[in-house]
């Protein structure tokens, strides 16, 4: 009997993590599709990753995670390809360490809080028909070892996108990867009683790619370079984003947070916390509408 493939869609797949993660799952028997937002540096990775894999069961889709019309076309593309979608991975982030000033995406909203967190939130309601017709469903948000020294922080909900308050690319980007961990708890709460699950991933520091990012300064890739004697390779953080979409031990895990050994860890108490939970949820919702 012919075994029907799994499907995973990964966000961000053209590069790092994401695309280490797309070879594992692909040798791992998955139909793997990239989402990437530039389909020349897809087309590029698409090739590598097949070449990589020995695996060529592998699809590309044109998604900006910044624009809700993006988001929206994707989704009704992916649901005239394919009939069912088993593991959908939050991975794409915007952390630009070269922007000084907030930038607002063609919707108007803060880049980092548009493409980290809104975007994700609306993808998976897009999608979640495909993810309801799977017969067990996974979703992965990615969030960051770097909220471990941030543990006060909130999402600011009278100003989640730093109009009022001085910006900077870090604390937006711990304020979207929070909002993420609160949503991971959130949608598992939520989807309960449906067997699809949520957990999340807690990034350690992982080597980047500083030739991704052209206008830093020589002192920012000088801290890069020491930055990366401390880090895993993102070959080897991919093995938590397989474990997570594959292993059957975790299947029916949900509202968890993961580290690169594969273990739970906790977040920070105001995460934790329903009412917390509940707002930033709500906030989210209205940018949904
Ligand atoms: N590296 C670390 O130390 C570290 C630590 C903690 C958490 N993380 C998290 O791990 C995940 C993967 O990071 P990485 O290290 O692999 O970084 P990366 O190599 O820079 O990958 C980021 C990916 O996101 C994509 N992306 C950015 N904005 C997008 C948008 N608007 N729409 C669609 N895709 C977009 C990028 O595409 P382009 O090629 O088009 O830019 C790229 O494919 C991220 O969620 C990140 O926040 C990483």
């Not at 044109?62 to 593309?77: G, R, Y």
């Not at 770097?146 to 910006?167: A, W, Y």
């Not at 991704?212 to 890069?224: Q, V």
Request: aromatic share 6%.
């Amino acid at each position: 009997m012919k075994t029907i493939k799994k499907t995973c869609l990964i966000t961000g797949g053209n590069s790092g993590i994401g695309k280490q993660a797309a070879i594992q799952l692909a040798q791992n028997g998955f139909h793997v599709i990239i989402g990437v937002r530039n389909i020349e540096r897809g087309k590029l990775a698409l090739a590598e990753i097949k070449q990589i894999s020995a695996q060529d069961d592998i699809d590309l889709l044109q998604i900006d995670m910044s624009s809700k019309k993006s988001i929206l076309d994707a989704s009704l593309k992916l649901n005239n390809r394919i009939d069912k979608l088993d593991v959908l991975i939050h991975n794409a982030a915007d952390f630009d360490i070269a922007r000084k000033q907030p930038e607002k995406t063609v919707d108007g909203i803060e880049s980092i809080w548009a493409t980290n967190h809104i975007g994700p939130v609306l993808l998976t309601n897009s999608v979640m028909n495909l993810m309801k017709n799977s017969e067990q469903a996974r979703i992965i948000t990615i969030a960051s070892k770097g909220l471990m020294m941030h543990p006060n922080l909130t999402v600011d909900l009278k100003d989640p996108e730093f109009e009022t308050r001085k910006f900077s690319v870090p604390k937006a980007y711990y304020q979207s990867k929070l909002a993420q961990v609160m949503y991971t708890y959130w949608l598992s709460e939520q989807l309960k009683e449906t067997g699809i699950t949520v957990n999340c991933i807690r990034v350690t520091n992982v080597k980047v790619d500083t030739g991704r990012y052209p206008n830093i300064s020589g002192f920012m890739k000088f801290l890069y370079s020491i930055k990366s004697k401390f880090s895993i390779t993102p070959e080897d953080m991919a093995k938590t984003y397989t474990h997570l979409a594959s292993s059957p031990d975790i299947k029916t895990t949900t509202g968890k947070y993961f580290n690169e050994m594969n273990k739970t860890v906790t977040s920070s108490p105001y995460s934790n916390k329903k009412e917390n939970i509940d707002a930033v949820m709500n906030l989210t919702m209205k940018y949904i509408e």
